[in-house]
């Protein structure tokens, strides 16, 4: 292995511990009442949201590496970032965590020139964790603490295809699309694992049409792109991070099992 590499790995390693004390900190607050208050932008934010944000920082700041961090963008602490920093959503699925539905999950990425080159993706309560680096993308399980269960998926772009959606709430072309593509069934599931059912061939298809900004889909696009996926803006452009100017937002996007999943879907 080559000493980069060792490096990266080396970050691999401590986004996922570092995911995994995120991940106990919030099932302290999860096991108690939830108390929430609205952010300037109308969305939930809980003490979980915080104290998660504050445990990672704490793992990555020792690499000097810039962290772009949801809550500290929101508090205004904006780094400057450069052409290698993290992306860190401490609690994607706010809303779900307040549901107590068990959707949401703590994101840490690597972003390296514009694009997503590493991504840990952990849903604290079962445990299910997804990473993805330039070694693959695996599965595991961190409930106990530690990683075990470490399995390489990869996608899955035979029929039927699958849509991670909901026909009847999404945006009007989303009901357009299903149609076009001739989806054989929708799979409902929340925060950024969407992209990891996609990278373990659960799904091929997760149409985005609503607002995004980058803390909820980097970490996800790494494992899915591991995975051997892709995410790719309307225009059909890889989606690219360091949009400081327009604060950070994603255009609309779809995350699939193929690059070519249109062509892909017409030749069946």
Request: hydrophobic share 45%.
């Amino acid at each position: 292995m080559s000493i980069a590499a060792a490096v990266d790995q080396s970050l691999t390693e401590l986004s996922l511990s570092a995911a995994i004390a995120a991940a106990r900190v919030i099932l302290d607050v999860y096991s108690r009442p939830i108390a929430a208050v609205t952010k300037s932008d109308g969305s939930p934010v809980t003490e979980a949201d915080a104290a998660a944000e504050a445990v990672i920082l704490d793992y990555l700041r020792p690499t000097g590496i810039p962290v772009l961090g949801e809550e500290s963008v929101a508090a205004g602490i904006i780094p400057v970032l450069g052409e290698r920093y993290f992306v860190v959503d401490p609690l994607d699925g706010t809303k779900e965590f307040i549901k107590r539905n068990g959707e949401f999950t703590v994101n840490i990425a690597l972003v390296e020139h514009g694009v997503p080159v590493m991504g840990v993706v952990l849903a604290p309560v079962g445990g299910e964790t997804f990473i993805g680096d330039a070694s693959g993308a695996y599965a595991c399980d961190t409930l106990s603490g530690v990683a075990t269960g470490k399995r390489l998926i990869s996608v899955a772009t035979a029929a039927p295809m699958r849509v991670v959606a909901s026909r009847s709430h999404g945006h009007a072309a989303l009901a357009s699309l299903c149609e076009t593509f001739a989806v054989e069934s929708d799979v409902s599931v929340g925060s950024s694992l969407k992209f990891c059912l996609l990278a373990r061939g659960d799904a091929q298809l997760y149409p985005r049409f609503t607002p995004t900004c980058e803390w909820d889909t980097a970490a996800g696009q790494a494992v899915l792109e591991a995975a051997g996926g892709a995410v790719v803006t309307l225009d059909g452009e890889r989606m690219r991070y360091g949009k400081h100017d327009i604060g950070f937002l994603n255009p609309y996007f779809v995350a699939a099992s193929s690059s070519d999943w249109r062509g892909e879907r017409r030749r069946r």
